[in-house]
C-alpha cells in the first residue's frame, strides 16, 4: 500500500505541535530547508522523539561535485534519516559516490521539479519533450543506485512502463478541490496512486488545516481502497 508522507514546509513550534497530533498514524515526516538550515540536528532529534516509529525523509536535494554530495550523504546517515533527495542532473559520478555511502538511508533521485513544465525547458536551452528528458535522467538516477525517484504522478506509470518498477515518491498531491498553490502538475491522491505513486506527499493541504488529523485520515483511507 502507498505512503503518506507529510511536508514539514513550516515554523518549527507548528511542525511539533503538528508531529505530536499525528504521531499515531503510519506516516513518513520531510523536512526540508525552512526547518533544517536554521536547526539542523535538533529538529531531526526532536521529531524522532515526539514519533519514534515514524520515518524521517530529508529533502535537501543535493546537486554538487562527486565529493562534497558524498560528504553531505555521509552526514545525513549519521542523523539516522530514513530517506534522502539528490538531484539526478548532477550526473553519474555524483550519483555514484553518494549511493557508495548512503548506508540504510534510501536515495531518491529528484528528477524535474513539478513547478516546471517545458516552458522552463525551453528557457534554459532543453529541446527535448519533457517525458523524454525526465526519462533521460531517471535511467541515470535508478543505474548509477538511487532506490527511487521523485516524480509527479503524470510521469510515474510512462517511467514505470519504460524503467519497471521503482520507489515512485510524488510530491504535488492535492485533494479533491484543494488550492493548488505554486504547483503546476499536481494529481489527487488516488490518480497519483493509480498510475503507480508508492509515496505521496502532502504539505500545506495538510499543515495549513484547521483539522489536519481529518485531512490526514480522509487521504489514508482514498490510498488503501
Request: proline letters at 5%.
Amino acid at each position: 500500500m502507498a505512503k503518506l508522507c507529510v511536508a514539514l514546509d513550516t515554523d518549527y513550534e507548528k511542525a511539533k505541535k503538528l508531529v505530536e497530533e499525528l504521531k499515531d498514524y503510519p506516516l513518513i515526516f520531510k523536512v526540508g530547508y525552512k526547518l533544517f538550515i536554521p536547526y539542523g540536528r535538533e529538529v531531526i532529534d526532536t521529531l524522532k522523539g515526539i514519533s519514534p516509529k515514524a520515518e524521517l525523509f530529508l529533502d535537501l536535494k543535493l546537486h554538487d561535485i562527486p565529493n562534497t554530495v558524498r560528504n553531505g550523504v555521509m552526514g545525513a546517515t549519521h542523523l539516522g534519516v530514513d530517506y534522502l533527495t539528490i538531484h539526478t542532473l548532477g550526473g553519474k559520478e555524483m550519483i555514484e559516490a553518494a549511493a557508495g555511502v548512503k548506508g540504510n538511508t534510501k536515495l531518491l533521485g529528484v528528477t524535474l521539479l513539478t513547478s516546471h513544465d517545458e516552458g522552463y525547458l525551453r528557457e534554459i536551452g532543453v529541446n527535448l519533450p519533457k517525458e523524454e528528458f525526465i526519462l533521460r535522467l531517471a535511467k541515470i538516477g535508478l543505474e548509477s543506485g538511487c532506490d527511487g525517484l521523485v516524480c509527479s504522478a503524470h510521469e510515474v506509470a510512462f517511467l514505470k512502463e519504460r524503467l519497471g518498477d521503482f520507489l515512485a515518491v510524488v510530491p504535488g498531491i492535492r485533494p479533491e478541490g484543494a488550492d493548488k498553490g505554486d504547483q503546476k502538475r499536481v494529481a489527487t491522491p488516488r490518480e497519483a496512486v493509480s498510475r503507480g505513486a508508492d509515496i505521496l506527499v502532502v504539505g500545506r493541504p495538510i499543515v495549513e488545516a484547521p483539522n489536519p488529523k481529518g485531512v490526514v485520515e480522509h487521504i489514508l483511507e482514498e490510498i488503501s481502497l
